[in-house]
């Protein structure tokens, strides 16, 4: 897609952009599914759709803030194979992350923030770019990402959001459309939330951020609360008795827990998983 900044954009940056009529009908179907969301699953699979239609990615890392806390808790959601843990450590890296840099200038600009390569940082009426090394930005494996927000520090709830490996041009309109989605997402991200932990999305809190399961790993939750065998679980995923079972240990260690029928029940109370019946 086009990643070049527009003669509006560059000239008077005027914010007139209307939604198409494809444009609208997305918007507001992603709004009704919004209504029903529950859990962490419904979260990811809600971005997945015609979310993706409005605002292109394959990595989402969302921080949550409360008026108690002085920091955000942090977890990420991807479909992509090349995003991981060693990257979102990486990235929210207090002293030189990228992203935790991305977050701390929407702060001060309160505005959607566009990182890439190829782009001259500049800042325009609504959103700005900032430029950034090709070196670093490959390291992060984000590609192209962009943040953006909801509150402040005087704000009871405050979310900030990124879009990485953004395939959605860099443009007024793409800046539109996430100032039009941020107050969905942020309601989505609270009803997530709210009455689970006191962190964003999940699990045991590291470096004080959020150890996130992997999406096999919450599939072997399911299982196990179920009552299913390493063996049993292993058939229904069509993977080795061993591969299960190194899954449970992880599990185990990201959930603080000492077994299995522990791992399930705290699984259940945080909303990451739903009972079968």
Not at 68 to 86: H, I, K, M, P, Q
Not at 168 to 181: F, G, K
Not at 200 to 219: C, D
């Amino acid at each position: 897609m086009d990643t070049t900044i527009t003669g509006i954009d560059q000239v008077n940056d005027q914010w007139t952009l209307a939604l198409n009529e494809e444009q609208r009908a997305l918007f507001m179907e992603v709004i009704e599914e919004s209504l029903r969301l529950q859990h962490r699953s419904h979260l990811f699979n809600w971005l997945q759709r015609g979310f993706q239609c409005l605002l292109a990615h394959e990595v989402v890392i969302i921080g949550v803030r409360s008026l108690e806390r002085a920091s955000y808790d942090y977890e990420y959601l991807t479909s992509s194979r090349y995003f991981g843990d060693t990257q979102f450590d990486q990235v929210l890296n207090e002293e030189d992350g990228l992203v935790n840099e991305a977050f701390t200038r929407w702060s001060k600009l309160g505005m959607p923030v566009f990182y890439h390569t190829e782009l001259a940082a500049q800042q325009y009426n609504h959103y700005a770019v900032e430029h950034v090394d090709a070196e670093r930005m490959l390291a992060s494996e984000l590609k192209r990402f962009v943040v953006h927000g909801f509150g402040n520090e005087h704000s009871r709830i405050a979310t900030m959001v990124m879009f990485g490996r953004l395939s959605s041009p860099v443009n007024a309109q793409t800046a539109h459309l996430l100032e039009l989605l941020m107050p969905h997402l942020h309601c989505a991200i609270v009803k997530v939330t709210a009455n689970k932990c006191p962190s964003v999305l999940s699990t045991t809190a590291r470096n004080g951020r959020i150890k996130p399961l992997s999406k096999r790993e919450l599939e072997v939750l399911e299982w196990l609360q179920a009552g299913k065998t390493n063996w049993e679980i292993g058939n229904i995923m069509q993977v080795s008795p061993l591969t299960i079972k190194n899954h449970v240990q992880n599990i185990l260690r990201k959930l603080d827990v000492e077994n299995r029928s522990q791992a399930a029940s705290k699984a259940l109370k945080l909303g990451l998983i739903t009972r079968k019946q």
